[in-house]
């Protein structure tokens, strides 16, 4: 654990970030993220949930640096990240790393295991040449995954099984912060299960912050401890899961929970049976975005926060509305 | 299913072996069920369990590049669809049987306007008119709720949203009023929102044509609120099979238990595994 974290600074800060894609043989330019600020508080985490197209991906790709920020502020362990020179980035990647969706894709079929998990480590001069068999065992061994599997290929794995080498070839440089990017989605709910849980596990285990994005708001339920809910950029609502789960403040939050399945037979047919208690959200028509609280709240003007009660905010120019 | 119910469809001993690069693969391992007329009835199970290949080997779809042997009785409405001559099941699918897959680009021919695409089934198998066949294609854009139908019907695939795109395989599936829909994993690929609109849309569409429904899925969430009768499927075999209320509250096989379990739900903040 660094000096930032141990005194209790967030891990991350993220202060009106903005990604605004240019406009392109006749498209008009995109704001694909839209001022987006959070923090991420040592050894927790943020789940970031939206549809897609809400920008989710691009904040964290911008957050690592891997999209380049249009305006606003990323800092890692107390550093700016957006205008740090690329041999300093270089170095500061060790403390931040991905998991990303597609297990399949992410890992080089050509690769052992063990060139996979030792790649990181060369790269990083994180271990002495003599130590990295003792630190590649270590690593399958925290993932669970048998140490002698490291010479095989990727291919040879399961789907749940190549997930935990992405997320051990993450770890490997003791990093501080991972960006979780729909980590389970691609995978059956069993395996999704047995993988959200050695994500916390290792999160308890080692001290990890994780930003986790993901479409599915019942699995961020289970993982997170805040929640940001994203709509055409912005984000719409912020708060301590317990907060933002059971009394919502937006009515785009309220719509995205109330869309999920309940795995109660009387119970989903009922609600599958009513109409839906909000109105079609369309982020795509709706740039200006989430003024969703009325017709007359126009679609002029900057959006303001409101907070709702302490940490918890919505975003809405008007609030609390007449109607709410 | 009550038991005076006429069976619509009645499979039995189904199997399916597959044959690719010399190695054999035994996919679906003599199942037995059935789907009364305007039933809807859940095919439950995790990737490679079987689900999918069963509804496929029904339509007699092979995969490319592989040879399959299927085996059993699938009894459709007095005929056994696995004996049939190719001309005739041609006029079972699409007609009497439609399909719904997990992914709806893939599922469209991208250079023909979707309204074309629909008229094109619609012809093939009524033999209406080409006037005909358009409006009744306008119609159906129309009853999956695409707004702007008729302009709409002009617009090429890749010009309709995700969500959108699967609205228009399903009024493709609907438009020769088909006795059974098959909706492979129909959701999975949308976004949550979308997935309830969806899900909306075939209770709706069910209850207004009467057709019966074989909704093929992982998610028992998906499942819950859509079918009378659920099959869970496991390694090509039907290990449970219940009224989808007796399932839910009381799983009576392991395999089922595990699954329901791992289903994440919004009101816990609880731990997924025991």
Same mark, same amino acid.
């Given at each position: ?59 964290? #790709? ?44 992410? &890992?080089?079929? #050509? ?75 691609? &995978? ?27 479409? $599915?708001l019942a699995l961020v339920r289970q993982v997170a401890h805040r929640v940001a809910v994203m ?17 919502? =403040? ?16 009387? #119970?989903?047919?009922?609600? &599958? ?52 | ?59 007699? !779809? ?19 669809? !696995? ?47 080409r006037a005909q066949a358009r409006r009744r294609t306008v119609e159906l854009l129309g009853l ?58 075939? !209770? ?30 496991? $390694? ?12 839910? =509250? ?15 739900? &919004?009101?816990?903040?609880? #731990?997924?595994?025991?």
């Amino acid at each position: 654990m660094t000096t930032a974290a141990a005194a209790g600074q967030p891990v991350l800060q993220v202060r009106d970030l903005s990604v605004v894609f240019p406009a392109r043989r006749g498209n008009p330019a995109v704001k694909a993220v839209d001022r987006v600020s959070f923090d991420i508080a040592p050894g927790q985490t943020l789940g970031l949930v939206g549809e897609s197209g809400s920008g989710k991906t691009t904040t964290g #790709r911008a957050i690592l640096q891997l999209q380049s920020a249009t305006a606003g502020s990323v800092k890692l362990l107390g550093q700016e990240l957006t205008t740090m020179p690329r041999g300093d980035l270089r170095r500061m990647r060790r403390h931040m790393q991905f998991v990303l969706q597609n297990p399949y894709s992410s &890992l080089h079929p #050509r690769m052992t295991v063990a060139r996979i998990l030792t790649e990181p480590l060369q790269v990083h001069h994180s271990v002495a040449p003599a130590q990295m068999p003792d630190r590649i065992t270590q690593l399958m061994e925290l993932v669970g995954l048998e140490p002698d599997m490291v010479q095989r290929y990727p291919h040879e794995f399961s789907g749940g099984q190549r997930q935990r080498i992405v997320i051990a070839r993450a770890l490997a440089v003791h990093p501080d912060f991972v960006v979780c990017d729909e980590p389970v989605s691609a &995978l059956d709910v069993r395996t999704q299960a047995q993988i959200v849980e050695l994500l916390r596990t290792l999160q308890d285990k080692l001290g990890l912050s994780y930003l986790f994005i993901a479409h $599915d708001l019942a699995l961020v339920r289970q993982v997170a401890h805040r929640v940001a809910v994203m709509y055409g950029g912005q984000l719409v609502e912020l708060g301590d899961a317990a907060q933002v789960y059971e009394t919502p =403040a937006h009515p785009y939050t309220r719509s995205l929970l109330d869309a999920v399945p309940i795995p109660d037979p009387a #119970r989903q047919r009922a609600k &599958l049976a009513a109409a839906p208690p909000e109105p079609e959200f369309d982020q795509h028509k709706d740039p200006l975005g989430p003024c969703v609280f009325g017709e007359d709240h126009g679609r002029t003007g900057n959006s303001t926060w409101h907070v709702v009660c302490p940490g918890h905010g919505v975003s809405c120019r008007f609030w609390p509305p007449a109607a709410f | 299913m009550s038991a005076s119910a006429k069976p619509l469809l009645q499979v039995q001993r189904l199997s399916a072996q597959f044959t690719r690069d010399a190695v054999v693969s035994q996919v679906v391992k003599g199942i037995s069920f059935d789907i009364a007329a305007g039933e809807a009835v859940g095919f439950v199970g995790e990737s490679g369990c079987g689900k999918s290949v069963t509804a496929r080997a029904m339509m007699r !779809l092979a995969p490319e590049g592989s040879s399959v042997e299927l085996g059993g009785v699938v009894r459709f409405d007095g005929q056994d669809l !696995l004996q049939l001559r190719e001309a005739d099941m041609c006029d079972i699918r699409g007609q009497r049987i439609a399909m719904v897959f997990q992914d709806p680009m893939t599922s469209l021919n991208p250079v023909l306007s979707v309204g074309a695409q629909i008229d094109d089934i619609m012809r093939r198998h009524t033999g209406v008119s080409r006037a005909q066949a358009r409006r009744r294609t306008v119609e159906l854009l129309g009853l999956v709720g695409i707004r702007d139908a008729a302009r709409r019907s002009e617009d090429f695939p890749h010009q309709f949203s995700g969500g959108m795109r699967q609205r228009v395989l399903i009024a493709m599936a609907v438009s020769c009023q088909p006795d059974l829909l098959i909706a492979d994993e129909p959701t999975t690929a949308l976004d949550v929102t979308v997935q309830a609109q969806i899900l909306r849309l075939l !209770l709706r569409l069910r209850q207004e044509l009467g057709m019966a429904l074989m909704l093929i899925t992982h998610d028992f969430g998906v499942i819950a609120g859509m079918v009378e009768r659920v099959y869970v499927m496991l $390694d090509g075999q039907i290990v449970e099979a219940g009224a989808v209320d007796d399932i839910f =509250a009381r799983p009576q096989h392991a395999y089922t238990r595990a699954l329901l379990d791992a289903v994440p739900r &919004l009101e816990s903040a609880g #731990r997924l595994m025991p």
